[in-house]
């Protein structure tokens, strides 16, 4: 699994339309923690278990994080099953 960043939580947030305080509430994290999180473009300044829980509360719903592939590293929603 690979690390994501600060704009991939921004990016994914905004796709799913999400405010920072619900992402922290299906996280069950802080809410200080997800603008720490969000705060740099690279990667977070936050814990990595905390990390772990806002990457699953956005899988979740439906957001897949793509790795660097030449193109930069991004969100989208998982293709339908």
Do not use: C, H, Y
Not at 6 to 13: E, S, Y
Not at 30 to 51: C, F, H, Q, Y
Not at 59 to 70: D, H, I, K, M, R
Request: charged residues 20%; aromatic residues 4%; glycine residues 10%.
């Amino acid at each position: 699994m690979n690390v994501i960043t600060g704009a991939q939580i921004r990016a994914a947030r905004a796709l799913v339309r999400w405010t920072a305080e619900d992402l922290a509430t299906a996280a069950s994290v802080g809410i200080s923690t997800v603008r720490r999180a969000e705060a740099e473009d690279g990667k977070p300044n936050v814990t990595a278990a905390n990390l772990k829980l806002i990457r699953l509360a956005l899988e979740n719903v439906g957001v897949e994080f793509l790795a660097e592939n030449g193109g930069g590293a991004g969100v989208r929603f998982t293709k339908p099953s």
